[in-house]
């Protein structure tokens, strides 16, 4: 198996500073927000990645950069050893965009609702000069939709039959990356199992790699082959989904599990986790999660932890 | 049994519209004791969120409660006049919604929004109103809690300024406090903290809690009883451990097995056909009769069993029998 | 269900009919614009045509035969002996062709400069929000004139009444773009954000393609309330200038030069002059006006 993705020391800073005026009158420094730290991980071909992380994590932030949406200020991203901000030739950089989809959170937000969905559906295919005879009423077809959808507008769909057009759009130029960002988080739990079910199913059908970006524990540890855990922009932990699930190395990742509800927490008395997620802006010294940790010791105030490969797992603790 | 709060029996929501009567709650009756915490989970247009803002009389016109009876502690409330209701809603119902933006004002201070709250619902000195401002913040876990009473909502953080909401849900006393979403908004480590906060002061308090939630995670950790809605009714009602591990209804069968928790390892996780029916094309008989595998002739035409005393399940095939 | 039909019984339609300000309001407009646009099929006389003008005629009074001619005009005549009712129908055409004309190059600019700034960002955005904040700090009326008055400076003297009207729609449109270009700027950068459009920029689509095909038809729905409203301003602007003596040429009047030249005969007793077309001015922005509030209700979801 080789890798389809290698992410390498990807940091992205957003500047949310206030107008410059303002910065001058009010004597206020540059405000930097580091989204993404240092992050490295590679997506083996045919597998599923999942992503976890709290909001200020910045998954979605590493989503957008994989795809092409957002250049990173630092470190790169090879999709199929293709860099899309620094490759020449545009032919592979077409090549590798078509490679590359997006299925987004809110199905409401990601239809244009002036188009009809077979246009919306053809439009990947459409831009790049394709032939689309037939191809959104096959698709359609294959995401469990009807051929007859196709002259329809989307508010005629529930948001189940939304995210089903949304993944026929990402088929539609036939990729091999699919970028995942929360894409059941919007939908009720029986539409949830209904589109976590389709997308196994095309997954096994067209041998498709996910990055699989979510806050639910629970979706991630259905579906992913490999899990990376996420704590204000850095990579804390990534391990394959058992060894993850069953055994984690990270106090945050032992944290998210403890804290995730559970079915069959009758009454359960947990122990709520300690304080609450820093200020992006002025993260804390020396390993991040060190305020919250309950195995902090003075070094992880000062010290930020390295990668460390225990087993199958890398994770950034000195305690672990 | 602990004295009964809330009692909610037959009530009926109707939207007149253009084309017809819709009835988003659809006779559903149910009790909350003191101390304890009713969950109420449902789908979106399950009518979960309509139920929680009939019994605290904050339906949105045209919606109106057109049958039925809520009754707080014996006494009719689903029949008084807008200023009644009022007061009640700060005295005895205290709520706690989604976006806590929403019932905080962003330009008071929480000192401020506290003790004004407290001045209007308790008869006690401003001195006093302020000690208990105070003391309710502590209460519900703020760190450095009198240095923050003079901040605003914004300078909060989320799971912070859920718990000045539910510290302002509580500052009157109340006996029955109403948590439409409360956790949905936030992460997962914050939405612990508040589930266990919650539970403590129900339990500390004796307050009766009605928790609605999409989450049957949620539910099942913070939940006494729980009430699974369906299509504007009452699918089951029962305790949380029965209803979850043992569902008598087959929606709740279908809900329960479509999470991916209950997949432990199988590749597809079990999925209901269908959707929800929209309100205007609620089927006849039993509504979730075309989604059902259990489903016989009965079930599209004699209108559904209601869950009573001791029925468990609004089903003519439950898959337990009812637990007397 | 035939396409008419299924319309007829769509909400929209639905509020309308259910508004009785809605359909009076429609039908004072639809009366009105057709009186305008078959004006030379409708009015009796043709007011311009010298030689079908008696100076006998002048000042007749409404539904009165004349004392010399012995004719009789619905609404009276001028001094000229021109028909009141003509003159009317042939100035709405004028003043609803300079009032559409300027709307539409106001509500065209507005649309694309909104969509720019607000798709782009950066220095063009601060830029052209600026003029436009400036341009609103000034009342509408003093930049039309203001640019009518540069405008007609460049233009040659024989030209200039002919292209009169021309100078008008633009002084007009220029003076109202602004309100287009900020809704529109709102709106761009709620839709910009949407994930839609993510999704086309992320195949590669192009900014000018992303803002005209997905943004711009998500946009439309406020700038149509707009231009309604601002016809009706358009329409009161036009006629404030002509009234002022710096719009339409008094070969070409429109409403607001006709009650110019009305006003002189005011306080001698020849009110008809004025009223007539002051009435029709009044009912024609005044139903436009109405229209637009409730296209604007209709149109918004918060409302429904």
């Not at chain 1, 990807?10 to 500073?17: A, E, Q």
């Not at chain 1, 990356?177 to 997308?199: G, H, I, K, R, W």
């Not at chain 2, 308090?205 to 009883?225: F, P």
Request: glycine residues 8%; charged residues 20%; aromatic residues 6%.
């Amino acid at each position: 198996m080789s890798a389809l993705v290698s992410v390498r020391n990807l940091t992205r800073i957003f500047d949310v500073s206030k107008p410059w005026l303002n910065r001058l009158i009010e004597r206020l420094p540059r405000a930097l927000l580091k989204a993404v730290h240092d992050v490295s991980f590679e997506i083996e071909e045919k597998t599923i990645y999942g992503l976890v992380g709290e909001s200020g994590s910045g998954k979605s932030t590493i989503g957008k950069m994989i795809v092409g949406l957002l250049p990173p200020t630092d470190g790169s991203v090879e999709v199929g050893g293709v860099n899309l901000f620094t490759e020449a030739d545009p032919a592979r950089v077409a090549k590798t965009r078509s490679d590359i989809q997006m299925i987004f959170q809110d199905p409401y937000a990601s239809l244009n609702p002036r188009w009809r969905v077979r246009a919306i559906i053809e439009e990947p295919v459409t831009v790049l000069g394709g032939d689309t005879g037939g191809l959104a009423e096959r698709l359609l077809e294959q995401v469990g939709l009807s051929a007859s959808d196709a002259g329809k507008y989307p508010h005629e769909f529930s948001g189940g039959q939304r995210q089903r057009i949304c993944v026929a759009r990402a088929l539609a130029s036939k990729p091999k990356l699919l970028v995942c960002d929360e894409p059941t988080s919007a939908l009720d739990v029986s539409v949830q199992a209904q589109v976590l079910n389709l997308m196994s199913d095309l997954q096994e059908e067209l041998g498709l790699t996910y990055l699989l970006i979510s806050h639910d524990l629970t979706v991630v540890q259905h579906m992913a082959t490999k899990v990376g855990v996420l704590y204000l922009g850095r990579l804390v932990e990534e391990a394959p989904r058992e060894d993850l699930f069953t055994s984690p190395k990270h106090p945050y990742t032992r944290m998210l599990l403890e804290a995730a509800p559970r079915l069959d927490g009758f009454g359960r008395q947990v122990d709520p986790p300690r304080g609450e997620i820093p200020d992006p802006i002025n993260p804390p010294s020396g390993c991040a999660f060190h305020p919250r940790c309950p195995l902090a010791v003075d070094r992880c105030k000062s010290e930020p932890p390295q990668m460390r490969d225990i087993g199958q797992t890398r994770v950034a603790c000195h305690m672990a | 049994m602990a004295e009964r709060v809330l009692r909610v029996a037959d009530l009926t929501v109707e939207i007149p519209t253009r084309h017809a009567v819709l009835r988003p709650v659809d006779q559903v009756g149910f009790d909350i004791a003191a101390g304890e915490v009713l969950g109420v989970v449902g789908e979106s247009g399950a009518g979960k969120s309509m139920t929680g803002n009939a019994v605290i009389g904050l339906l949105d016109p045209p919606a109106r409660i057109t049958g039925g009876q809520i009754t707080l502690h014996g006494e009719r409330i689903d029949n008084l006049p807008a200023d009644q209701m009022r007061r009640i809603r700060g005295n005895e119902i205290g709520m706690v919604f989604q976006d806590p933006l929403t019932s905080l004002n962003p330009l008071l201070t929480v000192r401020e929004q506290l003790t004004e709250t407290i001045l209007q619902h308790l008869p006690v000195s401003k001195a006093e109103a302020e000690a208990r401002a105070l003391a309710g913040l502590e209460e519900v876990g703020i760190p450095a809690a009198a240095r923050r009473l003079d901040a605003y909502p914004h300078q909060f953080s989320g799971g912070m300024r859920q718990r000045v909401v539910i510290a302002l849900a509580l500052c009157a006393e109340p006996s029955l406090i109403i948590a439409d979403e409360p956790t949905t908004a936030l992460d997962v480590s914050v939405q612990a903290q508040i589930i266990a906060l919650l539970k403590r002061l129900c339990r500390e308090r004796g307050t009766a809690v009605m928790l609605i939630t999409h989450d049957m995670g949620v539910i099942a950790e913070a939940a006494d009883r729980v009430a699974v809605m369906y299509a504007g009714r009452l699918a089951e009602l029962g305790d949380v451990r029965d209803v979850l591990t043992n569902p008598a209804h087959p929606y709740t069968a279908g809900l329960m097995a479509s999470t991916p928790l209950a997949a432990q390892g199988h590749h597809r996780l079990n999925q209901i056909p269908g959707t929800m029916p929209r309100l205007d094309a609620i089927p006849d008989g039993c509504a979730f009769n075309p989604r059902c595998p259990r489903v016989a002739d009965k079930c599209r035409k004699e209108p559904r069993p209601r869950v009573e005393e001791g029925d468990r399940a609004s089903c003519w095939f439950p898959l337990q029998e009812a637990v007397a | 269900m035939s396409a008419f039909a299924r319309a007829w019984q769509s909400d929209f339609a639905w509020s309308f009919r259910r508004s009785p300000v809605a359909v009076v309001s429609f039908i004072v407009v639809v009366v009105l614009v057709g009186a305008a646009v078959f004006a030379p099929l409708i009015a009796p006389y043709d007011p311009f045509d010298p030689a079908t003008l008696n100076l006998m005629n002048g000042f007749s009074k409404p539904m009165e035969p004349n004392a010399f001619t012995g004719e009789t005009f619905w609404l009276g005549t001028d001094d000229q002996g021109r028909d009141v009712f003509s003159t009317i129908l042939y100035g709405m055409r004028i003043s609803l062709f300079v009032g559409f004309s300027a709307v539409l190059f106001a509500m065209v600019l507005g649309i694309v400069l909104g969509l720019v700034t607000g798709y782009v960002g950066g220095w063009t955005e601060t830029i052209i929000m600026r003029i436009a904040d400036v341009q609103l700090t000034f009342p509408a009326i003093l930049v039309a004139m203001l640019i009518f008055g540069v405008a007609k400076g460049f233009t040659p003297v024989h030209l200039r009444d002919e292209m009169a009207i021309w100078v008008l729609i633009l002084a007009i449109g220029l003076s109202d773009w602004v309100q287009f270009a900020r809704v529109v700027r709102g709106a761009t950068l709620v839709e910009k954000n949407k994930e839609y459009t993510q999704a086309a920029k992320l195949i590669g689509r192009r900014p000018a393609a992303i803002m005209f095909w997905h943004i711009l038809p998500n946009v439309m729905s406020p700038v149509l309330v707009i231009a309604t409203i601002s016809l009706a301003l358009a329409i009161i602007a036009e006629a404030t200038l002509s009234f002022l003596g710096v719009g339409a040429p008094p070969t070409q009047p429109s409403l607001g030069t006709l009650i110019r030249i009305g006003q002189g005969f005011l306080f001698s007793g020849e009110w008809w002059i004025i009223l007539f077309p002051a009435v029709t001015l009044l009912a024609l922005a005044l139903s436009v006006n109405l229209l637009g509030d409730w296209l604007r209700d209709a149109l918004n979801p918060r409302l429904r």
